[in-house]
């Protein structure tokens, strides 16, 4: 691996110009570990085909003066609807790892949304964006821990750090098939840890993005006699002042049961396709949850955003908002702190000329009328 130089390149002008020279600098474990998706890797591929593939249709000469990418719901305030996705272990592609993260997604009004497998400890990340005056909303992301004593001693932790929200991830009970890891035998290296995890009873959770060994034995006895439940969700929601958000929920009833049970809101994701091959791409599966919780619920997507024409068409589909994952992480790997700076940039730019292109002035304008309902390529 090829330290980050913490410079630029001078051809870099999209997310996909990181992701290039993030796979020529990461070692080929480390690009398995952060590319790869579950088995043959064919919903990895259908998140960002499923963007693609969604033609806009243009609108001209609407006013778009006052325009602004602000988002303004209950529940969810933000400067632009760009967060940034909870990643494991980023230690492992530069040494500052979140914390780098942090300071950019701060600098760039980014939401961010902290691993519970960072592999620095939380109340650092906190301290060091808490006080910005730009920053967008500071999450910490949850896996429900074998012992609920254990998930409260983190709930609590993220409380007194002064994290905003607490999102819950749901869609991993167990590890994926992750072949392509397995096939280039990555393994943790010794210096990066889920610090903030020491001392705690992990169940099957953290395998869906450690370096666990393959699928776990005994999945039925062992690791799914402590995955989470509704019942979990109920005890949680008790047990946090946080508003609690749901990650990894695809299925419209439970999306209606997670709004049942007081949940603040929820993102629809498949784990950047890592969990379960071959489900659909979050796209797919977005409007029908958006419908099935209603106009003013607060509903976020992931999976396969790479553009700001992406950003656009989430929004178009019901999203408030949307999270990326690994381009953060691409961005990293190549230019540390300004690196990740300077990709949420290009996406948040990208994001406002498709706004103009379609005719909205702010995210609130946009609806399905900017999809066209031709077909884009033949
Ligand atoms: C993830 N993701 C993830 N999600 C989560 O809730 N907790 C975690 O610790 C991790 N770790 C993680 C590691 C790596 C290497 C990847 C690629 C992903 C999933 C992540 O939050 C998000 O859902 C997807 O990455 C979104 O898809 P894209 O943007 O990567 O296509």
Same mark, same amino acid.
């Given at each position: 691996m090829s330290p980050a130089t913490g410079r630029i390149p001078? $051809?870099?002008?999209?997310l996909a110009d990181y992701e290039r020279h993030a796979l020529q600098r990461l070692d080929a474990a480390r690009v398995a570990w952060l590319q790869g998706g579950a088995a043959d890797g064919l919903t990895v591929q259908a998140n960002q085909r499923a963007w693609q593939g969604l033609p806009l249709q243009p609108r001209v000469? @609407?006013?778009? =003066?006052?325009g602004h990418t602000r988002i303004e719901r209950p529940g969810l305030r933000l400067p632009h609807p760009i967060m940034l996705a909870p990643v494991a272990y980023l230690r492992l592609v530069h040494p500052d790892g979140e914390l780098a993260t942090a300071m950019a997604a701060a600098a760039q009004g980014a939401g961010l949304v902290l691993s519970? /497998? =960072?592999?620095?400890p939380m109340e650092r990340v906190a301290e060091l964006v808490l *006080?910005? &005056?730009e920053r967008g909303p500071l999450w910490f992301q949850l896996y429900a821990m074998a012992q609920r004593e254990h998930t409260l001693q983190l709930v609590q932790r993220a409380e007194a750090a002064g994290f905003e929200a607490l999102v819950l991830t749901v869609d991993a009970p167990v590890q994926g098939a992750r072949d392509a890891e397995r096939r280039a035998g990555f393994r943790l290296p #010794? $210096?990066? @840890? #889920?610090?903030?995890? /020491?001392?705690l009873a992990l169940p099957g959770m953290a395998a869906a993005d450690a370096a =666990?060994? *393959?699928? #776990? =034995? *005994?999945l039925c006895g062992g690791l799914l006699a402590h995955a989470p439940t509704w019942s979990d969700i109920a005890w949680l929601k008790a047990h946090t002042r946080l508003p609690l958000w749901l990650k990894g929920i695809t299925h419209p009833l439970d999306a209606q049961q997670a709004q049942a049970l007081g949940v603040d809101g929820l993102i629809v994701s498949n784990h950047g396709g890592r969990?379960?091959?071959?489900?659909? &791409?979050t796209a797919a599966l977005l409007p029908a949850v958006r419908q099935a919780v209603g106009p003013e619920w607060p509903v976020l997507v992931d999976g396969g955003i790479r553009r700001g024409t992406d950003v656009l068409k989430a929004l178009a589909l019901g999203a408030d908002a949307v999270l990326v994952g690994r381009p953060h992480v691409h961005a990293l790997a190549v230019a540390g702190a300004l690196g990740v700076a300077h990709a949420i940039r290009l996406l948040r730019d990208e994001f406002e000329i498709a706004l103009a292109l379609t005719g909205c002035a702010t995210p609130a304008e946009v609806s399905s009328a900017v999809l066209s309902s031709a077909v884009l390529t033949s």
């Open positions: 001078p $051809d870099v002008a999209s000469l @609407r006013p778009l =003066a006052h519970t /497998q =960072a592999s620095v *006080g910005e &005056a #010794a $210096d990066v @840890r #889920a610090v903030n995890l /020491q001392g =666990a060994p *393959g699928l #776990a =034995a *005994g969990v379960l091959d071959t489900m659909p &791409a």
